[in-house]
């Protein structure tokens, strides 16, 4: 082989590795191996780890220190921040290094001429499909109970926004603590306004409480999520939320994601974290094969060159890709709305 490629993973979510069960290695080793096998790569890829709790449970300065480990190491790219308040910490140290970044969080904002973008959600376009599926299934006035943090705050003023265009009534809005395990003062706040819809925005861990408190007021209304919901697939998360409608970015009827479940025998209830995987490793792979030169600008122009794939995530025909100026690769209707019946999910089209 012509060489060596060293790719950096900034690992988010935890501080060091045993207690981190999200690692996406093998994903991207497995769709470099591809691009190689077809006669398209000729060097070895190695991909070396950094590991720094960032928000909400840890701190800035975890993912800047994780972040200049990796730079230190002379990788040519870097795969995550996965959270997106960690993405808007890392996107500026990202363009001052000048090392082509493929975040996978939520945060449109995280883009850059060095940082690209898988959506894993979007804090903008979420908000619009939350307020026109409401509306479109009669809702009039919203209530909101959102995180205090940068995901929840630009979930809401996003929906503010589309809802003053669509004429959506937005009553009252409570912020929370991103950790709270007890949302009974917020929810109450919410529903004297008298909403005949409630929405949630956050990260989720605090959308158990908002939930439970709900429950408990006995409001029976339409209730719906941003894509905190996916934490349903992993734990008794989805008894928690039972009947809440929320985003998620799995479709049914998505014949690239069924594909892939049946060649690797993937259950539905992890199909949505495997096309994240899979897509994630399908855009670092194809980067590295288009590259002419594998410094930090010459792979940062093979990105740029990744265009029309057909993506796992999203509806049928959503497809994966860059550009000179584009930096966000799922193009098409990538959310997909979905609601949480007894421990099911259940897709309900999108708005």
């Known amino acids: 082989m012509a060489?060596?490629?060293r790719v950096g993973i900034l690992n988010d979510m935890a501080d060091k590795p045993e207690d981190y069960d999200g690692d996406i290695?093998?994903?991207?080793?497995?769709?470099?191996?591809?691009?190689?096998?077809?006669?398209?790569?000729?060097?070895?890829?190695?991909?070396?780890?950094?590991?720094?709790?960032?928000?909400?449970?840890?701190?800035?300065?975890?993912?800047?220190?994780?972040?200049?480990?990796?730079?230190?190491?002379?990788?040519?790219?870097?795969?995550?921040?996965?959270?997106?308040?960690?993405?808007?910490?890392?996107?500026?140290?990202?363009?001052?290094?000048?090392?082509?970044?493929?975040?996978?969080?939520?945060?449109?904002?995280?883009?850059?001429?060095?940082?690209?973008?898988?959506q894993v959600g979007s804090h903008e376009d979420e908000s619009l499909?939350?307020?026109?599926?409401?509306?479109?299934?009669?809702?009039?006035?919203?209530?909101?109970?959102?995180?205090?943090?940068p995901i929840g705050t630009r979930h809401l003023k996003y929906l503010e926004d589309e809802a003053a265009i669509i004429g959506l009534d937005i009553g009252t809005c409570v912020d929370i603590s991103p950790l709270a395990?007890?949302?009974?003062?917020?929810?109450?706040?919410?529903l004297e306004c008298e909403p005949d819809g409630f929405v949630y925005f956050g990260l989720g861990f605090s959308a158990p409480a908002v939930a439970r408190a709900l429950t408990a007021s006995g409001w029976e209304g339409p209730r719906i999520m941003n894509t905190a919901g996916l934490r349903g697939y992993q734990?008794?998360?989805?008894?928690?939320?039972?009947?809440?409608?929320?985003?998620?970015?799995?479709?049914?009827?998505?014949?690239?994601?069924?594909?892939?479940?049946?060649?690797?025998?993937?259950?539905?209830?992890?199909?949505?974290?495997?096309?994240?995987?899979?897509?994630?490793?399908?855009?670092?792979?194809?980067?590295?094969?288009?590259?002419?030169?594998?410094?930090?600008?010459?792979?940062?122009?093979?990105?740029?060159?990744?265009?029309?794939?057909?993506?796992?995530?999203g509806m049928e025909g959503t497809t994966l890709g860059f550009g000179i100026q584009d930096r966000g690769a799922l193009h098409g209707r990538y959310l997909v709305v979905r609601q949480w019946r007894d421990g099911k999910t259940v897709e309900i089209g999108t708005a």
Request: charged fraction near 25%.
């Open 25 to 118: 290695t093998e994903w991207l080793e497995r769709e470099v191996a591809k691009v190689q096998a077809a006669g398209r790569l000729d060097a070895e890829g190695e991909f070396v780890h950094a590991y720094g709790l960032g928000l909400p449970a840890g701190a800035a300065e975890a993912v800047e220190r994780a972040f200049m480990e990796l730079v230190r190491q002379d990788v040519v790219m870097i795969a995550g921040p996965a959270i997106g308040d960690n993405a808007l910490i890392a996107t500026p140290l990202v363009e001052r290094e000048q090392v082509p970044t493929i975040n996978w969080a939520g945060a449109e904002r995280a883009r850059g001429e060095w940082m690209f973008h898988l």
């Open 235 to 313: 734990s008794d998360f989805a008894q928690s939320i039972d009947g809440w409608t929320y985003i998620d970015m799995q479709s049914d009827g998505n014949t690239t994601l069924a594909a892939l479940k049946q060649e690797m025998g993937i259950a539905t209830e992890q199909a949505v974290f495997a096309a994240i995987r899979y897509d994630f490793g399908r855009l670092v792979a194809e980067g590295l094969a288009r590259s002419k030169e594998f410094t930090r600008r010459g792979v940062k122009t093979g990105l740029e060159q990744v265009k029309w794939l057909p993506a796992t995530e």
């Open 181 to 190: 395990e007890d949302g009974a003062q917020q929810v109450a706040r919410v």
């Open 3 to 5: 060489g060596k490629i």
């Open 129 to 149: 499909v939350v307020a026109r599926h409401m509306q479109s299934i009669g809702c009039t006035k919203l209530g909101v109970v959102y995180d205090q943090s």
